[in-house]
């Protein structure tokens, strides 16, 4: 059956497209990743991180910091795939199937959702490109394309062209690179736009980016009278060219993107606002599980002071929404204090250092 199109917004005020697919579709779908997963496990590349059965974002995170730490990276490419899931060719998809599937029931039923169509407004459109995204065999279907279009070739290059240290980390259709000289660099770039072409797919102009970065990027930008290394945003976190604080040694520093904790305050404003009327404790609980779930995923090493501003922000947008509930008492500040307290959580740190979780 057709996807029912929907559209969620995005950090930078966009929309993303989605495709629901039908119940009868979703659990076929879920058969069919459950028996292929296995199958291409044994084939992906280590430097691939994302949909894959115990492997995360900040599994990923860390190799950037790692690899970048240990290798000799002085320039970065960050690499943005122009509407990947919209144009992922299916005659190219069924051909890297092909290389490893040999029952025709399971391509005969990968091909039929590939061009199922939408509904969108009650009309439906057929589709001759793309995979749904949001569809649950969309995931493996991306990382199946990517692995023979980028990660074999670009395994490839680095071990035939490169002429030094090459660093790769990819989740998904978001890349990050480390090279070790800057004619490598622009080389892989000259190069990947013509390996792309040959299979559908466009770097995004706007988002990739060619970036001075690394352990002697400060001091060769100080040389040359420039401003401090440039940063990249990478699975929600900016990072930095820092100095630790004991020696003064090269660190890659990682902070919650501006960006997208600036969409999650606003979105939190806009809940207190429709639910200021609701009893404080059933919206303090809330508010905890949401501050606790940012948390969760932004609390790494170096981050807390950033996480302490979110927390402020929240706390402030609560204060906001509580005295706007009447316009005859005002929350003083002194009680205010003991709900935030009691509801929502302090920051601390919740994951290892990446040399300690990427070692083991």
């Excluded at 169509?117 to 439906?124: F, Q």
């Excluded at 070790?180 to 040959?198: G, N, P, T, Y």
Aim: aromatic fraction near 12%; include cysteine.
């Amino acid at each position: 059956m057709p996807s029912r199109r929907e559209y969620i917004p995005k950090a930078d005020g966009k929309q993303r497209p989605l495709g629901i697919a039908a119940l009868e579709d979703k659990i076929v779908q879920q058969a069919v990743v459950s028996v292929l997963t296995p199958i291409y496990e044994a084939n992906f590349l280590g430097f691939s991180y994302g949909f894959r059965p115990g492997r995360n974002q900040h599994q990923a995170l860390d190799a950037v910091v790692v690899g970048m730490q240990k290798k000799r990276v002085n320039w970065v490419l960050d690499a943005d795939i122009k509407a990947f899931f919209d144009t992922v060719d299916h005659a190219w998809m069924m051909r890297f199937l092909e290389h490893r599937i040999g029952d025709t029931r399971v391509l005969r039923l990968i091909r039929k959702w590939l061009t199922a169509g939408v509904v969108e407004n009650g009309n439906r459109t057929d589709v001759w490109v793309g995979t749904p995204q949001g569809a649950v065999i969309s995931p493996l279907l991306a990382n199946i394309y990517l692995h023979y279009v980028f990660d074999l070739w670009a395994h490839r290059w680095r071990g035939r062209h490169a002429g030094g240290d090459v660093v790769i980390v990819r989740y998904a259709d978001d890349s990050v690179l480390g090279f070790e000289s800057k004619s490598d660099v622009i080389r892989f770039l000259e190069d990947i736009k013509v390996r792309f072409a040959q299979f559908g797919l466009t770097l995004n102009e706007d988002k990739t980016r060619v970036l001075q970065f690394g352990r002697f990027a400060a001091q060769a930008r100080i040389k040359l009278g420039l401003a401090k290394p440039p940063t990249f945003d990478f699975l929600g976190f900016t990072h930095i060219c820092g100095k630790s604080r004991s020696n003064g040694w090269f660190q890659l520093k990682r902070l919650s993107s501006a960006k997208r904790m600036r969409a999650r305050l606003k979105a939190i404003r806009e809940a207190l606002m429709r639910r200021m009327h609701e009893p404080i404790p059933v919206v303090g609980r809330w508010l905890r599980r949401v501050v606790q779930g940012y948390f969760n995923y932004h609390a790494v090493p170096g981050n807390v002071n950033r996480l302490d501003a979110f927390r402020k922000d929240v706390s402030r947008a609560w204060l906001h929404a509580l005295r706007r509930r009447s316009q005859r008492r005002r929350m003083p500040w002194a009680r205010f204090g003991r709900l935030v307290e009691r509801y929502l959580p302090r920051a601390r740190v919740l994951h290892p250092y990446p040399h300690q979780r990427f070692a083991s």
